[in-house]
Nanobody, 128 residues
Framework: QVQPVESGGGLVQAGGSLRLSCAASGRTFSHYAMGWFRQAPGREREFVAAVTWSGGSTYYAVSVKGRFTISRDNAKNMVYLQMNSLKPDDTAVYYC?????????????????????WGQGTQVTVSS
């Protein structure tokens, strides 16, 4: 199993950038699809981005496509979310999660219930 731990959140002005990191302990990290989800106050947690076990495929929510980039480094057990052109609507707690699903298509990795391990989250606040 893996235990994701997020870092890199903070306060940034609209139009700015942040890079979130997720350190995932465990010897089998490279077997997992990894995803980022977010939850804004009063709203349900939603899919942001995901990357397959090899890093060969990435998937994004429509709301962040073209602004956010997910990547992973299996040698370091790390996943990253580069967030550019941030908007106040991006304000949320961001969660890193790991999925053991052998099927790693968009239909699967965009669904919260398909993830098995979750981090505690990191707050991102975008001021206008």
């Amino acid at each position: 199993q893996v235990q994701p731990v997020e870092s890199g959140g903070g306060l940034v002005q609209a139009g700015g950038s942040l890079r979130l990191s997720c350190a995932a302990s465990g010897r089998t990290f490279s077997h997992y699809a990894m995803g980022w989800f977010r939850q804004a106050p009063g709203r349900e947690r939603e899919f942001v981005a995901a990357v397959t076990w090899s890093g060969g495929s990435t998937y994004y929510a429509v709301s962040v496509k073209g602004r956010f980039t997910i990547s992973r480094d299996n040698a370091k057990n790390m996943v990253y979310l580069q967030m550019n052109s941030l908007k106040p609507d991006d304000t949320a707690v961001y969660y890193c999660a790991a999925s053991v699903s052998p099927v790693q298509t968009m239909v699967v990795v965009s669904v919260e219930s398909n993830y098995d391990y979750w981090g505690q989250g990191t707050q991102v606040t975008v001021s206008s």
